[in-house]
């Protein structure tokens, strides 16, 4: 089975800083995809970012962008310049066949 | 164009009632998936819905739980004799097509959040 690991529970980052979210997952297949997924108090999940697993350069989404590592089941989001917007909790998932498996989420503050 | 909708957006419920959650998903979109997401949990998949082929019903978590799709359209997920432990924010996105050959994105609904007395 799919497992996806955030072990971090809370974060804070100031204004226009950089800060990064780790997420692990632990699979048996070669060939999925991997999400980041945004939810602010409003609880609409938007999502930041993705990666194909048979891609080896990282993705990038303006501000956000990620450290696939493959080898090491990695898949770390990086957020640069941060805004006070970004505050939420941030999901890592990933997705094979019909499935997205989820992680128990970081909750992120940007403190003006 | 109108994203994913959900009703109602808050339910609150005594136990052992049933309740019935809703979910429009975005028109054309043949996948439909239900989410619970319990109080500092992530996402867990419920069941999951594509075309006209039977649904995947692995996550749903007692005999309680049920959901439909009619039409391929509107959906529904049915609670009976709820429990204080379903409550929850309930989740449904919807997308394109899923596996790898033709993945497209999941757009959520704003979710119902169950609260159980």
């Known amino acids: 089975a799919q497992t996806v690991t955030q072990s971090q529970p809370e974060m804070s980052v100031q204004e226009a800083e950089t800060v990064t979210l780790s997420c692990t997952y632990d699979?048996?297949?070669?060939?999925?995809?991997l999400f980041w997924y945004k939810q602010p108090p409003s609880r609409q999940m938007i999502l930041v970012i993705r990666?194909?697993?048979?891609?080896?350069q990282n993705a990038t989404e303006n501000r956000f962008s990620v450290n696939f590592q493959k080898a090491a089941k990695s898949f770390s989001l990086k957020i640069s310049d941060s805004q006070l917007g970004d505050t939420a909790m941030y999901f890592c998932?990933?997705?094979?066949?019909?499935?997205?498996?989820f992680g128990t989420g970081t909750s992120l503050t940007v403190i003006p | 164009g109108a994203g994913v909708s959900q009703s109602p957006s808050n339910k609150v419920t005594e136990k052992g009632k049933d309740v019935e959650l809703r979910c429009d998903p975005i028109?054309?979109?043949?996948?439909l998936y239900w989410y619970r997401q319990s109080l500092g949990q992530g996402l867990e998949f419920l069941i999951y819905?594509?075309?006209?082929?039977?649904?995947?019903k692995s996550g749903l978590p007692s005999d309680r739980f049920s959901a439909e799709r009619t039409g391929g359209s509107v959906s529904t997920l049915t609670i009976q004799r709820t429990q204080q432990e379903d409550s929850a924010v309930y989740l449904c996105?919807?997308?394109?097509?899923?596996?790898?050959?033709?993945?497209?994105?999941?757009?959520f609904g704003p979710g119902t959040r169950l609260t159980v007395l």
């Open positions: 996105a919807s997308s394109l097509v899923v596996g790898l050959a033709g993945f497209n994105e999941q757009f």
């Open positions: 699979t048996s297949e070669n060939n999925y995809y």
């Open positions: 990666q194909e697993a048979y891609k080896q």
């Open positions: 998932a990933f997705h094979s066949g019909n499935q997205f498996y």
């Open positions: 028109s054309g979109h043949t996948a």
């Open positions: 819905f594509q075309g006209n082929s039977a649904p995947d």
